[in-house]
């Protein structure tokens, strides 16, 4: 064998000659790119299933914001229009639009969406359904359109989600099961959200100061956002009427500025706030989500039908996970999910560039960032839930525009994004999106340390 | 212009000097990497359009990688042997007498067998051993060992003018000009920065060298002026693999390469490339132009096929 071994040498050198005194050829040497699995996986194919718009309202307090005298399916009628209206579809061509809404009731909701898709101008032919996955209805939304056109159903929907909290407020209604007694996952269910936002805080040791630290952050991040505009190119204005809740009088306004945000929160104003949920708890008012109206709407199709119709991509439907957690502890939902919605895409959490992380309390958004070890610059760039709101069904579809829009602007470089929610009752969701066109491939080479080819080497 | 298809890997192909329509192939199994070796005698047919036919096949147990023709005996070829040993065959005989001498005194592979033209009595064999040795039909040792390369003796060949004189190319690159009478070598040439894979004399100028090596060029010399080559040709893409000088044409050399091409040059014109056969699909390693044809060209390859063809046709039209 020794023989075979150097014949083969001996005939490797004619081909691969080592030496050379003066002049230096080419030589091999490993890949300093390194094998970062964003680089080279993920090619596009006709196809995958991109994102051609993504808009939403502006969200407003519930009860005494902007959109309090405005009826839910007003609120989603004019995204819907958008998403049509901005791409010249044509409304017939749609195969299905799912909403995702989770406090209105169910069967009325329903049929909520179904007018509002005739005030936006849909033909009788097109369907309508609403999704409820708590807090992440909006994001499973955009996800069960993405599986129905993967699925091969249709090719072109929308996914998009609408709440209005002051319509229809969190609470339960009837009797409680006695059996939950027997049950603590069950009977935690039943748990207020502020109180998992304790339990969060308490366990985790996340500091009260902490949170208000995140609080003004994401104000702070939110108002930048919104006086440079960046809002602009996400935010559908929409035409309502505001009732004077003292005269009664009727006024006719334009909502097209998010109403929650304020841009002078400080440390302090915060810290003046009492605990709402507990006696000495750390969970306020200023470091929790608002409670708002608000919706968005997300055109997906397939890549192919996309290039035919010369639409822009705006983003690309990487992946989907929703997993379960301790209803108790739900705050900690998106810390589960994201590594597995990322391994999802065949990637690693390195490779993210930008994350949507909802700020349902400050006490799960930080426990989160923390346990995965997220560089806060890319979480939550324009301001969160604290500041902007979170009308449950709509937050998962608006958080779409969001991230979509914010990379790209941030251009070529800011290649994967995700958005990730905790859901009450114990779940997390994480989806994927990878930026829309094409990839600039030089600009996301990435530099490794060790020249290993390949991540099974290590 | 016939194919013929063998079942190893070609290494070698010889005109036969006496009959002008008989070559030898030296094939091994895998490349020559591991595996047997096979002996071809193949009659080429007077009709072009007719197939090469076998005349006779000997099987060794390791790859031949070079074979000669006797210049004494029209029917005996000598295999140089990739287990060391060198084998006389004697087509005239019956195949279970076959082969008639097994000379086993080199320890490694033996790359190259030439057999001298002029006393006709003596043949090389270059070993990569380092070792280039000297041997008669009639003795069963060899005569002398030369022993002064560095590393893999991959080619000797004699003058084909002066009886005593051969030259050996060696991958320590030096190619080393020997006289049989004197103890040592003769000439040294340094002729290229990496290992030379073959080497040729002249026919019509006995002072004329050629060296064929890794770095893709063939150098030409003279080996008075040694300092300097007459020319140097580039156009192969790899690694040279053989060179051959027209036995018919002065400026006129043919090679072969691991770039899957034969390549005839005149060393003499400033663009030197006359012309390129593409026509094998792997390393070609063995070429050979006939005495006895003007400008017939055969070549051979690992892609198992032996391709014989009059310069300036097709190799490939049949």
Not at chain 2, 2 to 24: D, H, L
Not at chain 2, 282 to 299: K, N, P
Request: with cysteine; proline share 4%; aromatic share 8%.
């Amino acid at each position: 064998m020794d023989k075979a071994i150097n014949r083969q040498k001996v005939l490797l050198q004619h081909l691969n000659p080592s030496q050379s005194s003066s002049s230096t050829s080419l030589s091999a040497s490993a890949c300093l790119a390194g094998d970062s699995a964003a680089y080279h996986r993920t090619a596009s194919f006709g196809d995958d299933v991109v994102i051609v718009a993504a808009y939403r309202t502006a969200l407003c307090k519930a009860k005494r914001g902007g959109f309090k005298d405005t009826h839910a399916d007003d609120l989603l009628a004019p995204v819907l229009k958008a998403v049509i209206e901005k791409t010249n579809l044509n409304p017939s061509e749609v195969g299905d639009i799912v909403v995702g809404s989770v406090l209105g009731g169910g069967s009325q909701r329903a049929s909520e969406c179904r007018m509002a898709a005739f005030y936006a101008g849909f033909p009788e032919t097109v369907p309508v359904r609403t999704v409820n996955r708590q807090c992440s209805s909006g994001l499973q939304a955009v996800a069960d359109v993405a599986a129905a056109i993967r699925a091969g159903f249709y090719d072109i929907g929308i996914g998009a989600g609408l709440e209005s909290m002051t319509t229809n407020p969190m609470a339960w209604e009837g009797s409680v099961n006695p059996k939950v007694q027997m049950f603590e996952q069950a009977q935690n269910c039943l748990l207020p959200m502020g109180i998992t936002s304790e339990n969060v805080s308490n366990r985790f040791g996340v500091s009260r100061k902490e949170q208000d630290e995140a609080a003004v952050e994401s104000h702070r991040r939110a108002a930048a956002a919104t006086a440079s505009g960046k809002f602009k190119d996400e935010i559908i204005p929409v035409l309502t009427k505001i009732v004077d809740p003292k005269t009664g009088e009727e006024k006719s306004v334009t909502i097209s500025v998010d109403d929650g945000i304020r841009p002078n929160a400080t440390l302090s104003d915060l810290a003046k706030l009492k605990p709402v949920f507990k006696k000495d708890g750390t969970t306020t008012a200023g470091n929790s989500s608002q409670v708002s109206d608000g919706a968005g709407a997300v055109l997906l199709m397939k890549r192919s039908i996309a290039i035919q119709k010369g639409l822009p991509i705006l983003g690309v439907f990487r992946s989907f996970v929703a997993v379960g957690v301790d209803p108790a502890i739900m705050g900690v939902g998106p810390a589960a999910a994201i590594p597995v919605a990322v391994k999802a895409a065949g990637l690693e959490l390195d490779d993210i560039d930008l994350f949507e992380i909802n700020e349902a309390f400050a006490s799960q958004f930080v426990y989160c960032r923390n346990k995965l070890g997220l560089d806060s610059q890319k979480i939550n760039v324009n301001g969160g839930a604290m500041a902007i709101g979170h009308p449950l069904g709509a937050t998962g579809a608006r958080c779409v525009a969001t991230l979509l829009h914010e990379m790209k602007r941030r251009g070529k470089d800011c290649r994967f994004g995700v958005i990730s929610m905790c859901i009450g009752t114990g779940m997390g969701a994480a989806a994927v999106f990878e930026r829309g066109d094409s990839v600039d491939e030089l600009r996301n080479a990435r530099k490794v340390d060790d020249l290993y080819l390949s991540k099974d080497a290590r | 212009m016939p194919v013929f298809k063998t079942p190893f890997n070609g290494y070698s192909v010889k005109f036969s000097p006496f009959y002008e329509n008989r070559i030898a192939v030296a094939t091994a199994q895998n490349f020559g990497i591991l595996g047997n070796g096979r002996l071809h005698v193949l009659e080429l047919s007077s009709n072009p359009t007719l197939p090469i036919s076998e005349i006779a096949a000997y099987d060794t147990a390791d790859g031949i990688y070079d074979v000669t023709w006797s210049e004494s005996h029209d029917s005996i070829v000598v295999a140089a042997v990739a287990d060391g040993s060198v084998k006389l065959y004697d087509l005239a005989l019956p195949p279970t007498a076959n082969p008639i001498r097994s000379f086993h005194e080199h320890t490694r592979e033996v790359h190259s067998a030439d057999y001298n033209p002029v006393r006709r009595d003596s043949f090389l064999s270059a070993s990569w051993d380092d070792t280039v040795k000297l041997w008669t039909l009639d003795r069963p040792t060899s005569v002398r060992t030369f022993k002064e390369h560095a590393y893999c003796v991959y080619s000797s060949v004699w003058n084909p003018r002066h009886a005593d004189v051969f030259a050996s190319a060696s991958g320590d690159c030096t190619l080393r000009i020997w006289d049989v009478r004197e103890p040592g070598s003769t000439m040294i040439l340094p002729a290229h920065d990496h290992e030379i894979l073959s080497c040729d004399w002249n026919k019509y100028d006995d002072c004329i060298i050629a060296t064929a090596s890794v770095d893709k060029s063939i150098k030409v010399w003279d080996v008075r002026n040694f300092r300097v080559p007459i020319s140097v040709l580039n156009g192969h893409g790899y690694a040279v693999r053989k060179v051959k000088f027209s036995p018919h044409v002065r400026n006129l050399m043919v090679s072969c390469s691991y770039d899957m091409t034969v390549c005839v040059w005149d060393f003499m014109v400033e663009d030197a490339l006359v012309s390129r056969y593409d026509q094998h699909t792997e390393f070609a390693v063995g070429v050979d132009m006939s005495v006895l044809v003007e400008g017939l060209i055969a070549s051979t390859g690992w892609d198992e096929l032996v391709y014989v063809w009059q310069h300036g046709t097709d190799p490939r039209a049949s």
